[in-house]
């Protein structure tokens, strides 16, 4: 009889501790509280990605990016930002990387290409 109640003891407990366990799973759970939205002022293209930013919950960036990498984030990227070249860049290099900032290897972009404003 001793042996019976052990063992109903041993069911017992594994039962509360299912239990336990589940309801600490699901308190933990509803805890986590989601990021706060983010507005960062300064993002390279060059070391991160339009996929890194989201899951960090930025919602608007300032882009300083490389001609090549502005249309992988248009693309890519649902939040709002505003694109912005590297400039100047020597030789039509970026500093760090030393990948081509545009399309030409200049200092500075092709001016004609940007929208005229009256």
Same mark, same amino acid.
């Given at each position: 009889?001793?042996?019976?109640?052990?063992? &109903?003891?041993?069911? $017992?407990? +594994?039962?509360?501790?299912?239990? !336990?366990?589940? /309801?600490?799973?699901? @308190?933990?759970?509803?805890?986590?509280?989601?990021?706060?939205?983010?507005?960062?002022?300064?993002?390279?293209?060059?070391?991160?990605?339009?996929?890194?930013?989201? &899951?960090?919950?930025? $919602?608007? +960036?300032?882009?300083?990016?490389? !001609?090549?990498? /502005?249309?992988?984030? @248009?693309?890519?990227?649902?939040?709002?930002?505003?694109?912005?070249?590297?400039?100047?860049?020597?030789?039509?290099?970026?500093?760090?990387?030393?990948?081509?900032?545009?399309?030409?290897?200049?200092?500075?972009?092709?001016?004609?290409? !940007?929208?005229?404003?009256?």
């Amino acid at each position: 009889m001793i042996f019976m109640q052990r063992g &109903a003891v041993t069911s $017992r407990s +594994v039962l509360i501790l299912a239990i !336990a366990t589940q /309801l600490l799973r699901s @308190a933990v759970e509803q805890n986590v509280a989601p990021r706060p939205p983010v507005i960062d002022m300064h993002v390279h293209s060059t070391n991160t990605s339009p996929q890194a930013v989201a &899951a960090l919950n930025l $919602r608007y +960036v300032f882009l300083s990016g490389l !001609a090549e990498d /502005l249309p992988k984030w @248009a693309e890519t990227y649902k939040g709002a930002y505003v694109p912005g070249l590297v400039i100047p860049c020597d030789a039509g290099h970026a500093p760090i990387t030393g990948r081509p900032c545009f399309n030409t290897m200049t200092d500075f972009p092709d001016v004609s290409l !940007a929208p005229q404003r009256a």
